[in-house]
């Protein structure tokens, strides 16, 4: 556990850092302890653990990655709602490499979010909000003898919110795609990606100049981002952009192989249940 030296006339507020990403981790405890006014109890790596240790620790606030495995945050805050209730939540700040999760995390009711890479003056102002936030909600339970019933009203409201967002289709995909290429975020533009591959759980996208990884968990959740017309899963392990096909090279036993069009020109396999949608795509 780390802890911090106090803001001057303030007690410290009390965190959990949860991130799956051991770098994002530490440089997140890193600027919290410079900042101040911060006692850090904890750490986790993924939603599981997030969810155990806000029971267990308690903290009045969760720094809280959205992207995942096993829950992402936003099923971590659904889960604990189903166990606590809304009164027994911490707060909540969520942390993305993507900024179209910002309005999601307000809708949600979270106090606050904040990109990657993170930035100093950003955190501060989180950790203000967060005490602020505590703050009203302090002053709420002393005041107010109708602070639980309003609180369970809204546990309701915001179960119906998850559970809407979960389910509601999603839009057009977007025209680009961050890709991290070591501490940078890059958009690129989805018709220069020639391939993505997964191995060991990291997706790696390839375009003629970039190479970098995606922060999807699985080429499933990459595929919904791109654009059906010009992406395809060709294996299990590869999901291809047509467009950037350079040849097409027999293979034994009429299988096949794809030869494309980026520096190495990378060979990728075609599984046995896409032959037919690759002669169908190319007259074959």
């Known amino acids: 556990m780390n802890s911090s030296s106090n803001v001057v006339g303030l007690a410290p507020i009390t965190a959990l850092v949860v991130d ?13 302890n410079s900042i101040g006014g911060v006692e850090i109890l904890g750490e986790g790596s993924n939603g599981i653990e997030a969810v155990e240790l ?37 707060q909540v700040v969520f942390a993305t490499a993507y900024d179209q999760y910002a309005v999601r995390a307000f809708d949600v009711n979270a106090v606050d979010y904040v990109l ?8 501060q102002q989180a950790v203000e909000r967060t005490r602020a936030r505590l703050a009203e909600a302090g002053q709420e339970s002393s005041t107010s003898i109708n ?22 289709p999603r839009g057009p995909a977007p025209n680009k795609l961050i890709v991290q290429v070591q501490s940078r975020l890059l958009l690129v533009d989805q018709s220069e990606i020639c391939f993505a ?40 392990g ?9 040849e097409v090279v027999p293979w034994f036993k009429s299988s096949y192989q794809l030869r494309m069009d980026d520096k190495k020109q990378t060979e990728i396999p075609v599984s046995r249940a896409q032959t037919k949608r690759l002669r169908e795509l190319f007259n074959l």
């Open 238 to 246: 590869y999901v291809v952009n047509i467009n950037h096909i350079r």
């Open 54 to 90: 806000i029971e267990d620790l308690q903290p009045d606030v969760v720094f809280l990655d959205v992207q995942m495995p096993g829950l992402d945050g936003f099923a971590v805050l659904k889960q604990l709602i189903e166990r606590r209730g809304v009164q027994k939540l911490p």
């Open 20 to 32: 799956d990403e051991q770098l994002a981790r530490e440089e997140l405890k890193f600027l919290l």
């Open 197 to 236: 591959e997964i191995e060991e759980g990291i997706i790696r996208v390839v375009t003629p100049t970039v190479e970098g990884h995606s922060k999807c968990r699985t080429l499933e959740d990459l595929l919904e981002l791109l654009d059906p017309s010009m992406f395809w899963r060709a294996h299990r």
């Open 147 to 168: 602070a639980s019933a309003g609180k369970d009203a809204g546990m309701d409201a915001l179960l119906e919110m998850l559970h809407r967002q979960q389910t509601t």
């Open 116 to 123: 990657k890479p993170f930035d100093k003056s950003r955190i």
